[in-house]
């Protein structure tokens, strides 16, 4: 689709935000959804119009590799500052253990037999769950209206009953309840943007939607990816396996902006949008996975040379820090797998399945073992890495290994965590999220504060 074309239904969307009616019975309104991506708050975001097909003609990041290897001094940046700034951390009894936490919280929970997305225990380390989650069938909600489209999810089994919340067509997953005749008890995380017809941000919620407007997709077969908004980590699944890691940064909510939280839940990758702009700001190799929300590399400026400068968003990447989006890796991992890369593997409309793991009060981050091994360049190095060999160095450079447990001693003590290869964060670092996400605490009394003025899920009968 061209710019034009974008303005014109961009326009459209502004002069008759709400459709009519589908003609199916019984009747549903569709609302279709207007765009709001990084920045776009700002008001002047309008997407280029490219499509670089196979994401050649995107601006080049890469000078050559090694990427300006940091281990030779590349101004080092990264802290994790954003997300503790933004995040005030509760003054909790801290009973953190390291057990992941499995069961989702719904009333429904326990009743599947099968092993679906809502059931699937968060430990990235279970590959073989994972994977056959990544490859089963999901069940979105499709009205003819495209993928921008919205459908009120209803408290009761009838189009005049409250909204409880809305669910994006063609690419969210729903988990079907009850099937019936004409309507169907289904959850999800509401994916509510600032213009949704119903405002409830990112809660699950539970409730009907016509049952003919369910239809089950089969998923890429190739491919698939987790995105853990606890960890800030994007995991690639190939053939069965946990390939790669990369560091992204989901949404961060903030009083006036409860909607920047990334929703969580099932999604399928669809439209390659390829780059946006706001402002002086541009994202780019975005793909389309819930209306508005894109996966993508992290925004850049330009420099007065015209190149495109990182420096603002790649540090705090491994936090939270967009508006919705999620902003991915542009380094390479030693898989040699980035942005990039992802945008390479994904034709338009790959129905690559993403799961999203809300990062709900109570989990953990589990410590590493002692034992685990890490690794540095015995000759001046800066980073500790998670392999011998990475991105981040000359290939020449020969690493060193130690263990996990050695890396607040001396000489490893000083050694900054490389932006390349996502080796673990530091044992401080991790307990300090932990602490965060004590059962009992509140990770974020902003998204909290915000939700009491939301529609409550029904909750079970
Ligand atoms: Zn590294």
Known sequence: MNRRMLCLVAALALVFPVLPAAAEEPEEEIVEHVDLDEGAFEKDEAFSGEEPEDGEAEDEAEAGDPEAAPEDGEAETGEDGENSDAQTAPEAEDEAG????PSYTSPY???????????????????????????????VVDVGKGERAQVTIRSLPDKDSDGVGVVTCET????????????SLIECYSSSFHDSKILNWNTLVQGYVPTSYLKEIKPNQEMGLVIDKLTQRLYLFREGKLFTTLLVSTGIANARQPYNETRSGEFLMTSKVGTFASDNMKCALAIRFNSGDLLHEGPNLLNRDGTPNYNNNEPKLGTKASHGCIRVQRKKTPEDVNMKWIWKALKNNSRVKLLIWEDWQGRQIPIPADDTLVYYNPNKGQFYHSQEKCNSARPSVVFESF?????????????KRCEYCTPPLRRAEIEAINEQYAEGGDHDPVLTEARKSCPKPLGKK
């Open 403 to 415: 263990h996990y447990s050695e890396l607040d001693t001396e000489p490893y003590s000083k050694l």
């Open 109 to 139: 929970a326990g009743q599947d037999t099968g092993l679906n997305y809502w059931t699937l225990p968060m430990d990235i380390t279970a590959e073989d769950e994972i994977w056959q989650v990544l490859m089963s069938p999901i069940t």
């Open 172 to 183: 969210q997953g729903v988990h079907v309840l009850e099937r019936g005749d004409d309507w």
């Open 98 to 101: 390291t057990d992941f936490t």
